[in-house]
């Protein structure tokens, strides 16, 4: 690993109820979604709209010393009903386009909930995971932090390692 070690930052933060209305593209648009420089920007603001774990890494990183953070995409819809298929395909296309730009990494750092659906779906999560882990293969590691009501997949577990 580099001195400076180069993170990709990926987040789909949802918490879905089957039983909500879908979750479009513009509500995420409303609440946060968040593309490249504005992903750190928004984190080192003094009022943030991305979750606290999120802000919270890049504030600890910031504190340890030299990095090379490399935001890509950050989607939060909060608490809500699945995400439109359509759009999670989008938002999944669009990460694996800028992570594959933002390569060689020496780590990623994923900000999720971990209670996600799509509405064609059960583990968008795992998916995600599954993007990355293709794109960078098993010796880079892929960190996830998760909220305590997340429903962890035995694919969520294969894909990261912490």
Sequence with gaps: MANSPKIAILGLHLESNRFAPTAFKSEFIERCLLYGDELMLDSRSKHPKACGTLTGFVLAMDKIGSWQPAPLVYADGGAAGPIDHKFFIELKEDMASRLR??????????????????????????????????????????????????????????????
């Excluded at 997949?153 to 990261?160: L, N, Y």
């Design 101 to 162: 730009a933002a390569l060689p990494v020496d780590g990623i750092f994923f900000a999720q909930h971990g209670a996600a659906l799509s509405t064609e779906n059960l583990d968008p999560d795992g998916e995600l995971y599954a993007m990355a882990r293709d794109i960078v293969g098993p010796e880079i590691p892929i960190v996830s932090v998760l909220d305590l009501h997340a429903i962890i997949s035995e694919r969520m577990v294969a894909m990261t390692d912490v």
